[in-house]
């Protein structure tokens, strides 16, 4: 089988086995970033077939320079403007992430009062390293797509082709799709009763169970995951490329179709789990304030925590496997794992006033 059908074919199982579920929205309110990531999708697919057809019914007639400037021409402005208005809508949640980055320089001043070997990378900024990625698989796209066009209409067709797939819309889709799901994560932080348990629990945790090493290999896993699931897409996208680009006459066609599915079968799983995102982080306090009601000795408080931890370090560790594999169960396992780990690591930065645990069991049960 030659590269072109094995890899068609891949995509083709792939976008049947995600199919149409990812599409059902979780929530009954459209949120803002939902819509540009699958407008964008969407009209990545009208403008492939399009283009499909002029490739296909007009390059032997002749007519595909006045089909180019009538129908390709505003379309590719079109779409210009919507990756222009999507980048701002992204850079408008920047102070968001700033906010959550903030965060986590707390949370690396109170790691090292436990002596981390290794403290959080607080200076790590998202959209900085988005970017990077971005403008990497920019200069592949150009380099081997470009074969000296000779109109300026061409160029920008390339260009705009460059940018449609999956770094712009998937990347910079996914930090918008994080951070408008990051206040409202951070909204359900802010309930007090909710903080002052998990706060106690998450201190105990550290001093009783002597877990301090355990998190940091989590978090260590975590951004070693994030790095290595960026840098397989670009691995990835620099293989389709190359091979399918070149393989016969509309490869570099199916690149893009190829890619707008891959697309597909990437982002609206993710957008779709992190709805679910605030749905578990609610059953996450249940079960710490179940524990903390009913576990009255150290020894099986911190058995049972153990036990939870054990569960949530084992989805973190689907991740490295994750960013090998696109399956809807990973990325849920993904997404749910990090998440949950952040959303600890925040509680932690939490100050609250030390008190011991028992005086907290006797003034909840109250």
């Not at 595909?64 to 590719?76: D, I, M, S, W």
């Amino acid at each position: 089988m030659s590269p072109v059908l094995r890899d068609m074919r891949k995509v083709s199982l792939l976008s049947c086995y995600v199919g149409l579920s990812p599409l059902k929205f979780d929530n009954k309110q459209l949120s803002v970033s939902k819509i540009v990531v699958f407008f964008i999708t969407l009209y990545s697919l009208l403008l492939t077939f399009v283009a499909l057809v002029t490739d296909v019914f007009f390059s032997r007639r002749n007519y595909e320079g006045q089909l180019a400037r009538l129908v390709l021409a505003p379309l590719q402005a079109l779409s210009c403007i919507l990756i222009f208005l999507s980048s701002l809508y992204a850079f408008c949640h920047i102070k968001k992430l700033n906010r959550f980055l903030h965060d986590m320089e707390m949370v690396d001043a109170y790691l090292k009062k436990f002596n981390f070997s290794k403290s959080f990378p607080s200076n790590l900024s998202i959209p900085t390293s988005s970017l990077i990625c971005v403008v990497i698989s920019l200069v592949i796209k150009i380099n081997l797509i470009t074969d000296k066009p000779s109109y300026l209409y061409v160029t920008l067709q390339h260009i705009v082709w460059a940018l449609i797939p999956i770094p712009i819309y998937q990347l910079k889709g996914f930090l918008m799709i994080i951070s408008s799901r990051i206040e409202e994560i951070l909204a359900i932080l802010r309930d007090t009763r909710s903080n002052n348990t998990l706060c106690v629990l998450t201190k105990c945790h550290c001093l009783v169970a002597r877990s301090a090493e355990q998190l940091n290999d989590a978090v260590s896993l975590m951004f070693f995951s994030i790095i290595l699931f960026i840098f397989i897409l670009l691995i990835g996208e620099l293989y389709s490329l190359y091979f399918l680009s070149f393989v016969f006459k509309y490869g570099k066609m199916l690149v893009r179709i190829t890619w707008i599915i891959y697309g597909f079968t990437i982002i609206i799983p993710l957008v779709s789990t992190c709805d679910l995102i605030c749905k578990q982080t609610q059953e996450f306090y249940q079960l710490l304030y179940r524990l903390m009601i009913h576990d009255k000795s150290d020894q099986v408080w911190g058995n049972t925590f153990m036990s939870l931890y054990t569960c949530l370090k084992k989805d973190i560790k689907f991740c490295a496997f994750g960013a090998f594999c696109i399956d809807n169960k990973l990325l849920k396992s993904i997404s749910v794992g990090i998440l949950t780990h952040l959303i600890i690591l925040i509680q932690v930065s939490q100050e609250i006033p030390d008190y011991p645990l028992n005086a907290h069991h006797t003034e909840v049960s109250q």
